[in-house]
């Protein structure tokens, strides 16, 4: 059991940025492979991007060009850098982790992610 809580959700216009930032508590953070996943109003959940304990990144195709995922080991975080956003970007982001020793996910509440202009 570990604890995920997000922050730097909003509402911003097309091409403008947002860095949403996930920390864990609760266990080791160097055991977890790190992501986050977003879902739009009517769509499944989909990948966006997961950053492994040795810090090799995975993007969706649809954000690789724009968005940049990080973690920070010392504090437990994990960041998603969100340029130049898109209106099909809007949807609730959720932090994710991965205990690689027990293959145990967790799942952050979500930040609500809103491009409009």
């Known amino acids: 059991q570990v604890q995920l809580v997000e922050s730097g959700g909003g509402v911003v216009q097309p091409g403008g940025s947002l860095r949403l930032s996930c920390s864990l508590s609760?266990?080791?953070?160097?055991?977890?492979?790190m992501g986050w996943y977003r879902q739009a109003p009517g769509k499944q959940r989909q990948l966006v991007a997961t950053i492994r304990r040795d810090g090799i990144t995975n993007y969706a195709d649809s954000v690789k060009d724009r968005f940049a995922i990080s973690r920070d080991d010392a504090k437990k975080m994990v960041d998603l850098q969100m340029n130049n956003l898109k209106s099909d970007d809007t949807a609730v982001y959720y932090c994710?982790?991965?205990?690689?020793?027990?293959?145990?996910?967790?799942w952050g509440q979500g930040t609500q992610v809103t491009v409009a202009s």
């Open positions: 609760g266990n080791i953070f160097r055991q977890y492979t």
């Open positions: 994710w982790a991965h205990n690689t020793f027990s293959a145990y996910d967790s």
